[in-house]
C-alpha cells in the first residue's frame, strides 16, 4: 500500500492484477446507472430475460421487471459447468480437534436439492416462508438456498436470540416450517438450540420442525411435528427443478431493529438482491479464482446472507464459516484459522477488531497471516486506533482495508473504495459503489458543504438490492423510509459528511437505534422489554460509549414498588435477556425516582445520553421536572 498524506492507495502491482482498477468505471455507472446494472444483471442466469429494467411509481420501485429468476441457478446449477468439484464451502467447528468439512459446488448442489425436495414432500410451496434458527453450520447455507430454490422465503433468526425474540419472528411470518438444530459449541460447552426453538414455536403457526443433529446433546423430539434433517434428505432425489421466480418476488425476509418496539422485517427481491449480491463481492472483495473467503459475521445477520452464502456463491468462489466464538479457545483462533486455509480475503466488524486489540499484538505476531490480500470492516464506525491496529497487525500494511457501509435494508455494500482503486482513509468508507447515487442532505433539504454533517441518502434509482417492503407493514415501510425527504429519496437513518476527495465518513445513527458489537439494536426495543416487568412504570434506554463493543444500552427505571437497585438490575438483566438474548444485556441499570420530562411529558433520552459525555447539558428550563437530572447526575457519581 502507498500512503500519500492521510490517504492510502493499492500499490501498482495489486492495482494490475485487481479486478477493477479503473475510475471510469464511476463514470461510465453514473452517466446511466439503470443500463449499468442491466449490464451487470445480463451476467447472472435468467430463466426469462426482464422487460424493463427499472420502474419507478415513487415510492415504489421494481428491478429486472417481467424477469424469471431462481438464484440458486445461478449459486449452484451455472458452477457445475466449470467449477463442479471446487470447493464451495469450508466449515470450520469451534473444536480445535473436530474435523472441519469441505463440500464442493456438486456437493451443496445435491444437498440443497435433496433438501428442496424434502421441504416440498413437507408441504412447503413457493412463497412460504420458512423459518431458519441455526447455528453456523453448513447445513444453515443449504437450508437458505434449498427455499430459495423451491421459492419458498426464508427467514433467519439469528441463534443467541431468545425463544421468545424467535416467537415474533416466526408469529409475523406465519411460518409452518421450522429448521433448527439439536445444539451447537458455544466456548466449549452445548447450547441446547432445540429447547429453545420448542419455546419459540408456541403460540406460532409452525407445524414442523426440522432438527439437523450437529452437537448429539438429548433433546425433547415430538413425532409427527419433529423430523431428522439426516433421515429427511437420506432418500431424496439430488435434482429438484428450480421454482421460476418474478424478479421481484421476495427471496427472503430478514427482521431488523427500526426506531420503534417491533423488529421490521426487512423483505429482499430475487432478481434486484440476486445481481447486487454477486457483483458487491465480486469487485469489492475482488474474488478471484483461488481466493478463499471468510467473513465472520453469523448468518443471522445481513453480513451473513449476502457474504457468506449468496455473493460467493453467485461468483464461484471458495469460502469459509466458523461455528465458534471468536477467541475459543484463546484470542489466537481467528488467525490461525487464516493461516489454516489461506485466507486471502478477511472480513470482520471493529468490534471484534477492538477486542484483539485489547488481547495484544502477540496473538496476531504469532502467525503468518501471509495469505490475506484485502481486508473488510463493516456494522459500525471503526474508530482511527482500530484501523491502524487491524492495518498494521493483520494486514502488515500490505492489504488494502475496505471499510464497507451498507445496512439490512440495502441488501449490500453500497459504500466503500474499491480495493484496486482506493483512497482509503481510516474512519471514512469511501465512495459510492458504481450505480448507486448518494446525497448529504441539511435539514433544508439541501447538500451539505464540506466537512459539514447531514443526513445520508439513496437517490433514484437507489439500489437493486434495496429492500421493497417491510413485511406485513407498508405504513411503517413509507414511515421509515420515504417521508423525511419525501417519496423519491431513501432515507437512511445516518448522519454522514464528505470531505474534499469526495470520502464518505458515516458519524453514526440519526434515530434511537445502537449498535452494540456491530449488533442493531433499538432502544425502543428495549424499552419495551422492560415495561414488561410488572413494577416498573417509565423507562429510558440510552446508547453510551463503549470502549469494545461501540456503544453498549444503558436503563434507567423507575420503579413502583420498594425495590432495591441490585434487585431491580438482575430483573431488568433477566428480562431483557428472556425478550431478546444476551447481546441486548444493558451494561447498567439505574433505579431513578424520575426522568426528565419536557412539559408534554415527553422523556429527555438526549440529557439522559450527555450525562455519559463532556458535552454541556444545555438549558435545561424546558424540563418540567430539572431536579430529576440532578439527583440522576448524583447515582451516575
Ligand atoms: O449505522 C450504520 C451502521 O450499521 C447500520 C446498519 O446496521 P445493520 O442493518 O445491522 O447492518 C449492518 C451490516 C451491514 C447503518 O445504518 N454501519 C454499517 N456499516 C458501517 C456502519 N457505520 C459506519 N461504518 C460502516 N462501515
Not at 262 to 283: I, M
Not at 318 to 335: K, L, M, S
Not at 367 to 388: C, F, M, N, R
Request: charge should be positive.
Amino acid at each position: 500500500m502507498i500512503k500519500k498524506g492521510e490517504l492510502y492507495y493499492p500499490d501498482k502491482n495489486f492495482q494490475k492484477k485487481a479486478l477493477i482498477n479503473n475510475r471510469a468505471i464511476y463514470k461510465k455507472a453514473s452517466a446511466n446507472p439503470v443500463k449499468f446494472w442491466e449490464g451487470l444483471a445480463k451476467e447472472i442466469f435468467w430463466q426469462k430475460k426482464w422487460k424493463k429494467a427499472f420502474e419507478h411509481k415513487p415510492p415504489y420501485f421494481k428491478w429486472f421487471v417481467g424477469g424469471k429468476i431462481n438464484i440458486t441457478e445461478s449459486a449452484l446449477d451455472k458452477n457445475l459447468e466449470e467449477k463442479k468439484n471446487k470447493v464451495a464451502l469450508i466449515w470450520e467447528p469451534e473444536a480445535v480437534g473436530e474435523r472441519q468439512r469441505i463440500f464442493s459446488y456438486y456437493d451443496l448442489f445435491r444437498e440443497v436439492n435433496r433438501l428442496a425436495n424434502a421441504l416440498k414432500k413437507m408441504g412447503a410451496q413457493k412463497g412460504d416462508r420458512i423459518g431458519i434458527y441455526s447455528p453456523m453450520i453448513p447445513e444453515v447455507i443449504i437450508s437458505m438456498l434449498a427455499c430459495a430454490r423451491i421459492g419458498a422465503v426464508h427467514a433467519v433468526v439469528f441463534s443467541a436470540f431468545s425463544p421468545k425474540a424467535l416467537q415474533v419472528r416466526l408469529q409475523d411470518t406465519e411460518a409452518k416450517i421450522l429448521i433448527t438444530a439439536d445444539g451447537y459449541f458455544r466456548r466449549g460447552k452445548v447450547v441446547n438450540l432445540k429447547q429453545g426453538a420448542d419455546e419459540g414455536i408456541k403460540e406460532t403457526k409452525v407445524e414442523k420442525i426440522v432438527v439437523v443433529k450437529r452437537a448429539g446433546n438429548e433433546i425433547f423430539f415430538q413425532p409427527d411435528r419433529d423430523f431428522w434433517y439426516q433421515d429427511l434428505i437420506k432418500n431424496e432425489s439430488d435434482w429438484c427443478p428450480a421454482e421460476a421466480m418474478d424478479s421481484e418476488d421476495p427471496l427472503f425476509i430478514l427482521y431488523t431493529s427500526g426506531s420503534t418496539g417491533k423488529p421490521k422485517g426487512c423483505v429482499h427481491s430475487c432478481g434486484g438482491y440476486g445481481v447486487q449480491a454477486k457483483f458487491t463481492a465480486k469487485w469489492i472483495f475482488d474474488l478471484k479464482e483461488d481466493d478463499i473467503f471468510w467473513s465472520t459475521a453469523d448468518v443471522g445477520w445481513i453480513t451473513g446472507h449476502t457474504y457468506s452464502c449468496y455473493g460467493p456463491l453467485l461468483n464461484g468462489a471458495t469460502f469459509v464459516i466458523f461455528e465458534g466464538a471468536p477467541d475459543y479457545p484463546d484470542p489466537g483462533r481467528w488467525c490461525e484459522i487464516i493461516d489454516k486455509y489461506g485466507i486471502t480475503t478477511f472480513y470482520t466488524a471493529p468490534t471484534a477488531i477492538r477486542m484483539f486489540e485489547k488481547y495484544g499484538v502477540e496473538y496476531p505476531r504469532k502467525y503468518k497471516l501471509d495469505s490475506l490480500q484485502i481486508l473488510g470492516s463493516v456494522g459500525e464506525p471503526i474508530d482511527k486506533a482500530a484501523w491502524q491496529w487491524y492495518f498494521k497487525e493483520v494486514g502488515r500494511e500490505k492489504c488494502p482495508l475496505v471499510d464497507t457501509w451498507w445496512q439490512t435494508e440495502t441488501g449490500g455494500i453500497l459504500i466503500t473504495s474499491l480495493p484496486g482503486i482506493g483512497p482509503f482513509k481510516p474512519t471514512f468508507a469511501g465512495i459510492h459503489f458504481p450505480g448507486v447515487n448518494f446525497a448529504i442532505l441539511n435539514e433544508k433539504g439541501k447538500s451539505c458543504k464540506i466537512g459539514e454533517q447531514g443526513n445520508l441518502v439513496i437517490l433514484p434509482p437507489f439500489a437493486p438490492g434495496l429492500l421493497r417492503g417491510i413485511y406485513k407493514n407498508p405504513e411503517k415501510y413509507l414511515e421509515t423510509y420515504w417521508s423525511e425527504c419525501g417519496n423519491k429519496i431513501y432515507f437512511t437513518s445516518d448522519g454522514a459528511c464528505k470531505d474534499k476527495n469526495g470520502l464518505i465518513r458515516i458519524v453514526g445513527r440519526i434515530d434511537d437505534v445502537i449498535k452494540v458489537a456491530g449488533h442493531r439494536i433499538a432502544t425502543g426495543e428495549l424499552e419495551s422489554a422492560i415495561a414488561l416487568h410488572s413494577d416498573i412504570t417509565e423507562c429510558a434506554v440510552v446508547g453510551v460509549a463503549d470502549e469494545i463493543k461501540g456503544e453498549v444500552p444503558v436503563a434507567f427505571v423507575v420503579c413502583k414498588t420498594d425495590k432495591s437497585a441490585e434487585n431491580i438490575k438482575e430483573e431488568v438483566v433477566r428480562q431483557i435477556r428472556k425478550e431478546i438474548g444476551p447481546i441486548a444485556t444493558p451494561k447498567e441499570v439505574y433505579l431513578v425516582k424520575d426522568l426528565p420530562k419536557t412539559r408534554s411529558g415527553k422523556i429527555m433520552r438526549r440529557i439522559l445520553r450527555k450525562l455519559f459525555t463532556s458535552e454541556e447539558l444545555g438549558d435545561l428550563s424546558a424540563l418540567s421536572n430539572p431536579e430529576s437530572v440532578e439527583e440522576i447526575k448524583l447515582i451516575l457519581r
